[in-house]
């Protein structure tokens, strides 16, 4: 009751501050973070007042790379970009991006309610994307049904309930392994390097799982925050609306909620209020993120905070959060759990679990001290049903944190030289 009354609290502050500093032309960053201190979840992660005020610069302009959508970002800073769409053996239309070079094919898939944007929205300087660009790979960013790259279907229109029937076991099973055949048919080659991020490395456990034939398309698979099991989360936010999972899910059918972060005008207008700037997308829009997902203040990347929060969230399916509520409660990583028709449908009372141990290509698991969603025991665990493990990599920071696998200021240093010692090793 005192992590949910104090995360209560600083949602109602999240309003309050900014309603009260709406009107200052000079913003004190210490004085926003002082109103806040008290209600944020006790952590180690200490705040240096002054580094923040130092690093984030408040002239009260907007960043104007918060109106650009992926393309014109990736060109705008001097990088070509192809478009493709593919079309899934049920209909959905889904973009890929890419960044072509000469180099080893890397194919990227971003988490749960994100999109390709993620790869690149965290700058020129710490974007994967980029980084992986600058040194040659021939680069290209998925997506999911369902997101703001995926919203369509050539069967069903998506304000029809059938277009939301889905949650991350179809993009294992269908989405995934659709784009990975484009993208070698596209390069005439017969393997990649996949690199994945929370959801998208869910995504590539099912596909290799049950449909084991993709293995060998695979050249080495580097998990940044591995969710299979995930029982062990340390997220408060999890924590408590794992409570309620019963009652959320009963409210959702009878409001016909299917869709969730549908990128939209509606949408698009809050993040350009909450966090259009870098000391509102810090003091707002971060810190939701960091009650989420863990605290970390040294990898926050202050100067693009606005152009991460205004490209995140890019939308998904209700029935990815269901899904993944199951998996948390459970303790397992299975089916979805249709409950009174899994026998019609599994043959079975209870969903069959993925069989991990079918992942014949070669694996590496990053994962963080500090991250909350993905915690160090739930990933020992796939760890230990893994044939062909190469590396069991802890980031070398206390604090690293769910989505610092995508937004950290320095992944240079922490992410890059190890992926692309892997990527050396395993060629």
């Known amino acids: 009751m005192v992590k949910l009354r104090g995360i209560s609290i600083f949602l109602i502050l999240v309003l309050f501050v900014q309603i009260r500093y709406s009107t200052c032309k000079k913003i004190s960053i210490r004085e926003i973070l002082e109103d806040f201190h008290d209600t944020l979840p006790k952590n180690n992660n200490k705040i240096n007042y002054n580094k923040i005020e130092q690093q984030i610069q408040n002239d009260g302009n907007l960043n104007n790379d918060i109106y650009l959508n992926i393309t014109q ?3 705008k800073y001097k990088y070509s970009v192809e478009v493709y769409e593919v079309i899934t053996s049920d209909g959905y239309v889904i973009k890929l991006f890419r960044i072509p070079g000469n180099g080893a094919v890397v194919f990227l898939m971003h988490g749960l309610i ?4 993620d790869w ?3 700058g020129v ?3 994967l994307a980029y980084l992986l660009a600058q040194l040659g790979y021939d680069v290209w960013m998925g997506n999911t049904r369902g997101n703001k790259h995926g919203r369509a279907n050539i069967y069903i229109d998506p304000s029809e309930k059938k277009f939301w029937d889905f949650s991350f076991h179809e993009i294992g099973m269908i989405d995934v392994p659709t784009m990975i055949d484009f993208v070698l048919e596209k390069t005439n080659k017969s393997s990649l390097i996949y690199i994945g991020h929370s959801q998208g490395t869910t995504a590539f456990f099912i596909m ?7 293995n060998k398309k695979i050249t080495l698979m580097i998990a940044l925050s591995p969710v299979a099991w995930i029982s062990h989360m340390k997220s408060p936010v999890i924590n408590i609306l794992k409570l309620f999972y019963g009652e959320i899910v009963f409210l959702a059918k009878a409001l016909g909620v299917v869709e969730l972060f549908q990128d939209s005008p509606f949408l698009r207008g809050l993040q350009r209020t909450f966090c259009g700037d870098e000391v509102w997308a810090f003091a707002i829009c971060q810190h939701l993120v960091f009650i989420t997902g863990g605290f970390n203040y040294n990898q926050t990347n ?7 929060y205004n490209h995140f969230p890019g939308g998904s399916s209700f029935k990815q959060i269901q899904h993944f509520g199951q998996l948390v409660l459970s303790g397992y990583f299975r089916q979805f759990d249709y409950e009174l028709k899994n026998i019609e449908i599994y043959g079975s009372l209870t969903p069959p679990s993925y069989p991990v141990e079918n992942i014949t290509a070669p694996v590496a698991l990053f994962y963080g001290e ?3 969603l993905s915690d160090v025991s739930d990933a020992k665990i796939l760890k ?8 069991f990599h802890r980031v070398e920071d206390e604090h690293f944190s769910h989505l610092d696998f995508v937004y950290a200021v320095d992944t240079k240093n922490l992410l890059l030289a190890n992926i692309l010692r892997l990527i050396k090793n395993i060629h």
């Open 208 to 214: 290799c799982s049950l449909r084991p034939e993709y």
């Open 125 to 127: 300087e710490s974007g």
């Open 370 to 372: 500090g991250d909350w």
């Open 73 to 75: 970002l990736i060109t």
């Open 302 to 308: 202050y100067e693009q905070l606005p152009v991460i």
């Open 384 to 391: 230990s049903r893994l044939p062909n493990l190469v590396e």
């Open 114 to 117: 994100s999109s390709a944007d």
């Open 120 to 122: 690149i929205s965290g």
